[in-house]
């Protein structure tokens, strides 16, 4: 009864079949079949309820897990039905290992990110700018600034948190300057993760599959500083004159703060230095680097431990500590966002064992070419999550120049700030500017977001033409 059951299974869900070599592995174009279809429609159902996250109150990791699972279930069937019983096996262990590097890199990052934040350091940042009693036009164009270069080392969500809250806390009783803040903000910390392999998932993706060299990324410098610059200017002439009211709070920095980040630069180093020169994976640089944490932690641990034993329980700079843990650090790792891109990495790969990756690159890079496609792929980034969008580019495998890759790495990491919901760092700004940043009040402002986008691209394209031969 077995065969005769995969024989009618069979063609059901395989009506017209084709086979499409990829690498080793034939994928067939299963894009009209039963499965694949159930499969397309989960997935874009899954992600309506993660653009509806917030209204929800849906993580939006789980969804997606959800639609991963299932869609990989359906990829099985189909290809057991096609007498191709391993092929799933082999194809979801590939996107497994991709899952692996970018986990281990982020959450040795994250984690990183999280002991600094308990170190205040970023709170003492803050404290700064806030009791220097800067003119608002100069806090609107300081926080911009430093989330330009900020986002190029950390990631564009916590840059746009912690400039947020310094404009949150000079702008709280002044709505007009802290929504063309907020946007400045979000644009700047998009724009300055896009010439950085570790700005952002997606050129953190880039570079690990190795389509751009690591210091190939700053010619992407300058485009990305005039997609900036250019909302930025027009936003500027907007800004309230005048200054805020001048805060007394200041803030510190705790014991080992200072070390920790000279820490995380010798781990990015190490990172680089292990996919340069040893051609290792640079998770595993990174996860060395979080050995270097571990090891300080505990020196901490031990240090911090002799003062909670003594009368005085306080450093040199007032505060009162408790021990430093590291694995409290890792546990506080965005773990929504982790599972997400696991979620989001399996559901792509597997709509590609369905021929759709193959499918849409034919329409997009070989019936409109690629530039016109790379600045397609960033003006939908603003609709979607750029983590797919550059997962499915990736999955494609068009063949292109380092210029057009670093086309696509702009334009993806930039198109998302078109719109408020198109990048994390809107989406978190949203949230603590509640009521006074909306949707409707970053879209007043996406013409001139729109003209940064188009002259960024422009001056890629004449800046970096030597990159765009071969």
Not at 366 to 382: E, F, Y
């Amino acid at each position: 009864m077995y065969p005769h059951l995969v024989a009618l299974f069979t063609l059901l869900v395989i009506p017209a079949l084709s086979w499409a070599a990829s690498g080793s592995s034939e994928i067939a174009n299963l894009t009209g079949s039963v499965m694949g279809i159930i499969s397309l429609v989960l997935f874009v159902v899954c992600y309506v309820l993660v653009m509806f996250e917030e209204q929800l109150h849906l993580r939006k990791s789980k969804p997606v897990m959800v639609a991963a699972g299932i869609i990989w279930i359906l990829v099985a069937l189909s290809y057991q039905a096609l007498g191709k019983p391993d092929h799933a096996h082999a194809a979801v262990m590939h996107n497994l290992s991709e899952y692996v590097e970018l986990f281990l890199f982020l959450l040795a990052a994250m984690t990183y990110i999280n002991a600094m934040e308990e170190r205040n350091t970023f709170l003492a940042l803050r404290s700064w700018m806030v009791t220097k009693g800067f003119t608002l036009r100069q806090i609107f164009w300081m926080t911009g600034l430093l989330a330009f270069f900020i986002s190029p080392v950390a990631d564009n969500l916590t840059t746009a948190l912690l400039m947020g809250a310094v404009v949150m806390a000079v702008g709280a009783n002044n709505p007009a300057f802290m929504v063309v803040s907020c946007i400045n903000i979000v644009v700047a910390a998009n724009a300055g993760g896009a010439f950085s392999p570790f700005g952002d998932i997606t050129t953190l993706m880039i570079w690990q599959k190795g389509k751009v060299d690591f210091f190939s990324f700053f010619a992407l410098f300058v485009p990305s500083l005039i997609n900036w610059l250019v909302p930025a200017v027009c936003m500027s002439l907007t800004v309230p004159k005048g200054k805020p009211q001048v805060i007394d709070t200041k803030i510190s920095m705790k014991m080992g703060a200072k070390r920790i980040m000279v820490l995380f630069l010798l781990t990015i180093v190490t990172a680089v230095s292990f996919h340069n020169f040893l051609h290792l994976p640079p998770a595993v640089g990174m996860m060395l680097g979080m050995g270097y944490l571990s090891l300080f932690a505990y020196y901490l641990s031990k240090v911090e431990g002799r003062m909670l034993s003594g009368d005085n329980p306080l450093d040199v700079t007032g505060h009162k500590h408790e021990t430093f843990d590291l694995f409290s650090k890792v546990a506080k790792a965005e773990w929504d966002t982790l599972l997400f891109f696991y979620g989001v990495i399996l559901c792509v790969g597997g709509l590609g064992q369905f021929g759709y990756l193959a499918r849409t690159s034919a329409l997009l890079y070989d019936g409109l070419g690629q530039t016109v496609a790379n600045i397609l792929v960033g003006v939908l980034s603003a609709f979607i999550d750029n983590i797919p969008v550059m997962f499915a580019v990736l999955s494609m495998d068009p063949q292109m120049s380092v210029g057009q890759w670093l086309l696509v790495t702009l334009t993806a990491g930039v198109g998302g700030s078109m719109l408020s919901i198109g990048s994390a760092a809107g989406v978190a700004l949203m949230g603590i500017a509640r009521g006074v940043y909306t949707f409707g009040s970053h879209l007043k402002w996406t013409w001139a977001i729109a003209l940064g986008y188009a002259a960024s691209i422009g001056v890629h394209i004449y800046i970096n033409a030597r990159l765009f031969a071969g």
